[in-house]
């Protein structure tokens, strides 16, 4: 090995451990930054929007994280928010549900307990893939580098052909590797999904109901609509939620096989 490896080996594991460790302290900021937006910009009056429902959304949220054997999660309901959303989010004292009023104002009670039980098993399961994100940011960060280092041995004088062609494959190497993380990060964050589903058939009283509103809310695979085809790869690639046929369809038989087990 001649010197040139050992410069580029301590170099690409230090840039490696640098890119790493900012990936964990942006995902730490923007815990925070959505946790202080959340706490300070949005209040709602509960008791006006419990009033208009036939139902309690906090008491079946208590119920459902004591049936998991959790603590009950804190429970956001912005104001002014359109998006008909809800999702786990990371804050100061543990995790927190986000449930847009709206969403609570489509559904009925079965369908809200279905719901919810969902995002108690992503509470239960806790935050999947991330560690791949920071993988993911080392190696995007040693690919930057390394597209410089080619650039600098390119201009340097006298040239060192077999020194640029190293860099260029180590270029390539670092390139695949932040790429292969991103995808088993989409990966994992998928798998979480089928996980969070599973939860909501076990959790709530009436499983059919949560299986029938994603057929109704998220039955159409939007990966379809995208025009070009690397935004259809991409959307594949990266998207968080398994195409809906497949959920329902694992939901389906996995409420066969806990019905006959019971
Ligand atoms: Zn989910």
Redesign the pocket.
């Known amino acids: 090995m001649n010197i040139y490896w050992y410069i580029v080996s301590a170099l690409s594991l230090a840039v490696f451990t640098c890119g790493y460790i900012s990936a964990v302290y942006e995902i730490k900021k923007q815990d925070y930054e959505s946790w202080e937006h959340y706490h300070q910009c949005y209040t709602l009056d509960t008791k006006r929007l419990f009033s208009c429902l036939e139902y309690n959304p906090l008491e079946i949220i208590d119920r459902l994280a004591k049936k998991a054997g959790i603590k009950s999660p804190e429970i956001i309901f912005p104001e002014y928010d359109e998006e008909t959303n809800v999702?786990v989010l990371q804050g100061e004292e543990g995790p927190y549900l986000v449930i847009s009023p709206v969403l609570i104002g489509d559904l009925n009670e079965k369908q809200f307990e279905g719901v919810a039980a969902?995002?108690i098993g992503?509470i239960v399961s806790g935050r999947r893939g991330l560690n791949w994100l920071y993988f993911h940011n080392g190696f995007l960060e040693c690919f930057k580098i390394s597209l410089l280092g080619i650039a600098l041995l390119f201009v340097s004088s006298p040239l060192h052909p077999s020194l640029a062609i190293t860099q260029i494959w180590l270029t390539i190497l670092f390139g695949v590797l932040s790429m292969l993380c991103l995808i088993m990060m989409g990966h994992i964050i998928r798998l979480?999904?089928y996980e969070?589903d599973h939860f909501a058939i076990i959790l709530s009283s009436e499983p059919e109901a949560f299986i029938e509103l994603l057929d109704i809310f998220f039955g159409r695979d939007l990966s379809f609509c995208s025009e070009s085809t690397i935004e259809k790869i991409s959307s594949i690639i990266l998207q968080t939620?398994p195409p809906t046929p497949k959920r329902t369809a694992r939901l389906r038989r996995d409420l066969k096989i806990l019905r006959k087990n019971k």
């Open positions: 999702f969902h995002e992503h979480s999904e969070a939620h």
